[in-house]
């Protein structure tokens, strides 16, 4: 069951996305991330608060996570919500935030910190544990209309992308909630929540011995293609300026064909 309308809100619930033993196959690749982390890992929460960690690019060295992204539905999915064809795998992204861990998500687009551009695009957040709505992942309905919003790191703010003044600042999401409608989801295992790249989102910590550990899978569309920056990404692609042309297509082995959609 889907739950909201994505075209109108940039973000909606799928009930049931997953099977018992899909969702066991992500947890597995979700612990086998946590066990050999790339280098790409970085911790998100600062050392007085738990641990939230974040990891990207796992799928070409841990076999689960391939396994995964390449035979569930979620391909599917992206393409459904999309109006594409073709999917692409764009990068698998873990996120765990470990009992205790107190520290928000702040709010965020994802779009402004990646090397792509287009429309048609989607992220699946996938959590293999229950997710209180207080946890969960929340969204400013509409936003993903736009506009671009100044992208900053986690915790202490800096503008590492864009230079000062190239983007607007980030309004207060939470001091107008009639102006921003913020939804979101209580989510148990098997469902997963899909959303565009530009919606804004944050989410709350974790309460008492709750653990969430998330598997975000993102996903290339028809019209999206290779947007390459001047600064460091979010996660980095190093060399590929040298092999994909600003506006080409994303066809490249690192970003597989996931989904086709029959003639």
């Known amino acids: 069951m889907i739950e ?45 608060d738990g641990a939230f960690i974040e990891d990207f690019c796992s799928w070409r060295r841990i076999p689960e996570m391939e396994q995964f992204i390449r035979t569930s ?26 009992p205790g861990t107190r520290q928000r998500t702040p709010w965020h687009q994802d779009l402004p910190y990646y090397n792509v551009a287009g429309q048609q695009n989607a992220s699946m957040w996938f959590p293999v544990d229950p997710v209180s ?12 209309a736009g506009p671009w919003y100044m992208p900053r790191t986690f915790l202490d703010g800096q503008a590492k992308w864009f230079p000062e003044g190239a983007l607007a600042e980030l309004p207060d999401i939470d001091a107008d909630p009639v102006r921003y409608k913020v939804i979101g989801w209580e989510l148990e295992p098997g469902d997963a929540v899909f959303f565009h790249m530009l919606a804004l989102h944050g989410a709350g910590g974790v309460d008492g011995p709750n653990r969430r ?9 028809d019209d999206m293609v290779h947007a390459p920056r001047r600064w460091v990404t979010s996660p980095p692609f190093p060399g590929l300026d040298a092999e994909l042309a600003a506006g080409a297509p994303m066809d490249h082995p690192l970003f597989p064909v996931l989904y086709e959609r029959a003639a």
């Open 4 to 48: 909201g309308d994505y075209a109108r809100d940039g973000a909606i619930c799928v009930r049931g996305a997953f099977s018992v033993d899909q969702v066991d196959l992500a947890r597995r690749a979700i612990d086998a991330n946590l066990a050999h982390l790339s280098p790409n890992a970085k911790r998100a929460s600062d050392a007085g």
């Open 73 to 98: 539905p979620a391909a599917r999915v992206a393409a459904q919500v999309t109006g594409s064809h073709v999917i692409r795998l764009y990068h698998d992204h873990v996120l765990v935030k470990e």
């Open 133 to 144: 709505r207080a946890s969960t992942l929340e969204f400013v309905a509409g936003s993903h």
């Open 213 to 221: 550990r998330v598997l975000s899978v993102r996903f290339l569309g």
